[in-house]
Structures are given as C-alpha cells and as structure tokens.
C-alpha cells in the first residue's frame, strides 16, 4: 500500500475556488470523496488478508489453486502483480 496519490489530492483541491480558504464546509462537502478512497483500500486490505495463503494471480502457480483460479495463468495478460488482491 502507499500513501495518498498526488493525483487524489489534486482533484480535492482543485474543488477548492482559488483564493478561499479550506473551512469546515469544504472538508465536509468533499469527505465523501476520501471516505470512498479509503474504504477501497479497506476492501484490498481485507481482501490480501483473505487471500494471502491462496492464489493472488502473480503467476508463480505454486498453490494447488492457481491452477483452478487462473487457469494457463490467464491473469499474466494483465502484467505483473497481485491481481486476485487488486480487483474486487
């Protein structure tokens, strides 16, 4: 996991009309933005914890699994990484 992207912060403050000041209105009005944000990344947290001792689609194939759940690792057209952690 990182932190918050650049770009996340930017669509945020880019809401924000120029030469005001952030109040509580505006952190209000844009909360339901970052409580999305963070409640997916609870949603991959707890998907990795779920699945951490399964396949996760990275291709090594080394769990009995792998080859029910991603078959002639289909996921590798993805590219690399986690895939079953990544998408919901």
Known sequence: MRGVP????KDVLDRLPRDAE???EFWIAVSGYWTNEVNERIAQMERMR???T???GCGCL????????????ALAEKGPGAHRLLDP
Do not use: A
């Open 6 to 9: 650049l770009s996340c912060i």
């Open 22 to 24: 952030p109040i509580r």
């Open 50 to 52: 779920d699945r951490f």
């Open 54 to 56: 399964e396949c996760i």
């Open 62 to 73: 080394s769990f009995d699994q792998c080859r029910l759940v991603n078959p002639g690792d």
